[in-house]
């Protein structure tokens, strides 16, 4: 018989995901003071100044340009480096939906490079053949799943070829990569503040930058009497709060991203996401591929997860199959294609359950079925 569903059966503690967003007592007393000084209906207030100064001490940074989602800020970062329609932007054969979309948005090509082998990162050796072999404008890069990108080598990379770079550090707020900041290394960095993030708003995102001329540009471009993508005086109040402990609940992430890269790896043969010594990630996913899996067993552990309300997910579904209409593929996209096909995305609020538990009951409840519901 089929395994029961979660309206019918109570989740032990031990394997229950967090609820998300948080309900942090200084959240609500944020929204009681942005409610009480009437700053929730200004178009300009104190909230997004306290937000854009918090932001430039965290990463130490002097420019910061707050907007209204992370897909909104690549665009922006785009168009802050110089980017100029009909341009090429590099991007990785797999990569969030939304960042190929931004690249067309400026009237910009996407020219594809692959991934590493089992893993979500761009091949830094095929992103060097694509830079001295053609005129690019920018590279957008993404730092996915739990894994970081190398910063210094990505910078000295495009500082080399003479092409900006634009680091999407979204998932990976506040995370360490070589001492500095994750979205800090690059020519612009891209945080969101979506519903879902690490740093939540609902929506919302931001533009870091060393460069004035980049702050300059977005700036002329977004304010069109007013700003054209904005982020409220709401969001602003609600996000701070949760900076004053983004660190503590980064190491708290990591450590136990640490327990379930070890007891997958050991108890299921999964590959994990991989992190260099001298790195703290955020984990806002913790990415797997479950290896020579067949595919019918990797998507019943996917559909149990999902039946009993487990925040697992599959990931991207990358752009190999997109025409040479919409983009240029430098390199045959393996790799890329392979983790769209075969990738388990745990969300940050899973990551505090016993990991041990967690398989034990999916085991378990996938030996009890007999049938596999999409």
């Given at each position: 018989m089929?395994i ?37 209906g ?30 909104c ?12 329609a ?46 001295g072999?053609?005129?690019?404008g ?6 996915l ?6 910063g ?34 690059a ?25 004035q ?47 379930w ?79 769209a ?6 969300d ?19 030996k ?7």
């Amino acid at each position: 018989m089929p395994i029961m569903t979660p309206s019918e059966v109570s989740l032990p503690p031990e394997v229950r995901p967090l609820p998300w967003p948080p309900q942090w007592p200084a959240i609500g007393e944020a929204l009681q003071a942005v409610w009480s000084d009437r700053s929730w209906g200004r178009y300009d207030g104190p909230y997004c100044q306290r937000l854009v100064e918090r932001l430039q001490h965290l990463h130490d940074l002097p420019w910061i340009y707050l907007c209204a989602s992370g897909t909104c800020a690549v665009e922006l970062a785009l168009r802050g480096v110089g980017v100029q329609a009909g341009d090429e932007v590099v991007l990785a054969g797999y990569d969030y939906p939304g960042n190929f979309r931004a690249i067309e948005a400026v009237g910009a090509r996407p020219v594809l490079v692959d991934v590493q082998p089992g893993r979500w990162t761009i091949d830094l050796r095929q992103l060097e053949q694509v830079l001295g072999n053609s005129r690019i404008g920018a590279v957008v890069v993404s730092h996915l799943h739990g894994e970081l990108l190398p910063g210094q080598e990505m910078s000295d990379l495009c500082q080399r070829f003479g092409v900006p770079w634009i680091e999407d550090a979204c998932q990976a707020p506040g995370a360490w990569i070589g001492g500095r900041r994750a979205g800090t290394w690059a020519d612009a960095g891209v945080l969101s503040f979506g519903g879902s993030k690490l740093l939540t708003a609902g929506r919302g995102g931001a533009v870091l930058t060393r460069h004035q001329a980049v702050w300059q540009r977005i700036k002329i471009f977004a304010e069109r009497g007013n700003a054209a993508f904005p982020l409220s005086e709401l969001q602003a109040a609600v996000l701070l709060p949760q900076l004053d402990r983004l660190d503590e609940q980064n190491r708290t992430r990591c450590r136990q991203a640490l327990l379930w890269k070890t007891t997958l790896e050991t108890e299921l043969g999964w590959q994990v996401a991989r992190w260099a010594d001298g790195t703290c990630p955020s984990f806002y996913k913790l990415g797997v591929q479950p290896g020579a899996m067949p595919a019918d067993e990797f998507e019943h552990w996917l559909v149990s997860a999902r039946r009993w309300g487990f925040p697992w997910g599959a990931g991207f579904r990358g752009f190999a199959r997109r025409t040479t209409r919409r983009c240029r593929q430098a390199f045959a996209l393996v790799h890329s294609q392979a983790a769209a096909d075969r990738t388990i995305l745990i969300d940050h609020t899973h990551l505090a359950a016993s990991p041990a538990a967690v398989i034990n009951f999916l085991r378990q409840s996938m030996k009890n079925s007999t049938v596999i519901d999409s």
